[in-house]
């Protein structure tokens, strides 16, 4: 037992493992290891959905342009977008900066890992449909127009790397208050807390199962804070979220880019 | 060859298709009404086309794009042959989409349109169904309008692409409780088969399995609870649905 599950290379099935997110170790058969000591896998396998706009900064600085064409009004349900299964990556891959692109957009999100099959769930049932917490980069090519599905921006390849474990959600006494910290190379790039969501956790599951199933697995990136950090080739990225962890990645060009490759 | 994959007495069967019948791959020999059919390909990627016909584009208003419009679909909205799917209470307007799905068969990154039939491996029948009431102008189409689940019946068959010589000159129809509601020809596509490839390869990595719809041509209708929808590919299968 413990208070988070891990998938480290090499083995068949994902661990349940006690964990210290304050300093991102494991301990495994009594020994205490530093994340960066061991090779894990993404602890997910599901689909990923991501939340635009969830953040109350990240929404405001769209909504003069809402009432204005192509938009015309202000969005009524989630504005939900997917990471098809290409982007997936884990805890210290690479992320690929394609030879398009100048600079990709860090995005911050915490994860909710669904546990049970969720349809048409009542928000104040919600949290009986989760298993727990992730730390996601949502990375993104940058854009301003999200009048079409932006495929290009956010479905590259490595573009979604998740860990560096779920922490059960016993753990996290109120995901809709935690901070959020960006690193870039070491030095704070970007900070805000998830008290600052439009729609909270619980809110999101039901709004969103009210016309689609989670299933066991999936994730669900609660959305990106205002401000994201912009990195390049070479830039080195952490982000922490209280309570459930660090993932960090490094930006690589695209032609250096091998997935599962540690560096 | 036409290979299902299908469930009956408590257990997923691969299947082929023989005479009208269909063969499991334990070689028992089993009518269309003996099973429940699932979708043909089990879902991961799922891309859609949107406006990927000029009359379709016109009929909505739209110019025709000038890259792909493409969009995303989760697990949660692929149902198989004969299946069922809600029509939401007070909506006025849901139709269908008669589409031509693509299956990949290798993994696939920077192909080019000359070599894309390579990475096929081959393909079946889509109804893509759209809820218009839903629509907002945020990563439009958004997932309430076409990501609903049981929203996307693919199916019968996944056929070999062997046995389709021409994807791009197949006549595509749509019947509603047996009238003839849409008629196009993928020849009509404004991105080929080989475009899409090319295109979505150029940046992103395929998978074996992932699906391509590869859009509607002109006539969607709304449709009821009770109606009978069958989308037609020639060639390819014939998908039944119904509104519940």
């Known amino acids: 037992m413990g208070n988070a599950v891990v998938k480290i290379f090499g083995m068949p099935n994902i661990t349940e493992a006690e964990v210290d997110p304050e300093n991102n170790s494991i301990f495994l058969n009594g020994t205490q290891y530093h994340v960066n000591q061991l090779s894990l896998e993404p602890p997910v396998s599901g689909t990923i959905y991501g939340v635009l706009l969830n953040y109350q900064g990240a929404f405001h600085r769209y909504r003069k342009q809402m009432t204005h064409s192509p938009y015309n009004e202000p969005p009524k349900a989630p504005i939900l977008y997917i990471k098809p299964i290409n982007t997936l990556s884990g805890y210290r891959s690479p992320i690929p900066l394609p030879e398009d692109a100048d600079e990709l957009e860090v995005g911050a999100a915490l994860g909710v890992v669904i546990g049970r099959t969720a349809t048409k769930v009542k928000e104040e049932e919600a949290f009986q449909y989760v298993a727990g917490y992730t730390v996601v980069n949502d990375v993104a090519i940058p854009h301003e127009n999200i009048y079409r599905p932006a495929i290009r921006e956010r479905a590259r390849d490595g573009f979604n790397p998740v860990g560096p474990w779920i922490i059960k959600k016993e753990s996290i006494v109120d995901p809709d208050s935690l901070d959020i910290r960006v690193f870039v ?16 956790v619980a809110r999101l ?5 009210e016309f689609m199933t989670l299933y066991p697995g999936d994730v669900l990136l609660t959305g990106v804070p205002e401000q994201a950090p912009l990195v390049k080739a070479g830039d080195h990225v952490r982000i922490e979220i209280e309570g459930v962890g660090s993932l960090e990645n490094t930006i690589v060009h695209e032609a250096d880019y091998v997935k599962g490759a540690v560096r | 060859m036409k290979r299902a994959r299908v469930a009956m007495n408590g257990t997923i069967y691969e299947a082929i298709e023989d005479n009208g019948f269909l063969q499991l791959n334990d070689q028992h020999k089993v009518t269309e009404k003996d099973v429940v059919w699932l979708p043909p390909v089990s879902p991961r990627t799922v891309f859609a086309l949107g ?24 697990p949660n909205t692929i149902v198989g042959h004969r299946s069922e799917t809600k029509r939401p209470p007070d909506v006025d307007f849901m139709h269908y989409e008669c589409e031509l799905a693509v299956v990949i068969g290798k993994m696939a990154r920077n192909v080019k349109a000359s070599e894309a039939y390579e990475y096929v491996l081959g393909y079946t029948v889509a109804n893509d169904y759209a809820v218009r009431d839903y629509l907002e102008n945020y990563y439009r189409p958004n997932l309430r309008v076409k990501n609903r689940d049981a929203f996307t019946p693919i199916g019968p068959w996944l056929v070999d692409k062997e046995d389709i010589p021409d994807p791009m000159n197949l006549v595509l129809r749509t019947y509603v409780n047996g009238a003839l509601v849409q008629e196009g020809n993928t020849k009509d596509m404004i991105f080929t088969i ?24 002109k006539g969607a209708v ?4 009770g109606d009978e929808v069958i989308t037609e590919i020639e060639g390819i299968g014939r998908l039944i649905n119904r509104i519940i």
Not at chain 1, 205 to 209: E, S
Not at chain 2, 51 to 74: I, R
Not at chain 2, 222 to 225: D, G, L, P, Q, S
């Open chain 2, 194 to 217: 080989p475009m899409l490839i090319e295109y979505l390869t150029s940046f992103m990595t395929l998978n074996y399995g992932d699906i391509i719809l590869t859009g509607t041509p």
């Open chain 1, 205 to 209: 599951l039901a709004d969103i199962t």
């Open chain 2, 51 to 74: 406006l990927n016909y000029a009359d379709h584009a016109k009929e909505l208003s739209f110019h025709a794009p000038t890259e792909p419009l493409v969009f995303l679909k989760g």
């Open chain 1, 185 to 200: 190379n070491g030095k704070l790039a970007q900070k805000n807390n998830t008290k600052n969501f439009i729609r909270p």
């Open chain 2, 222 to 225: 709304n449709v009821n609870v």
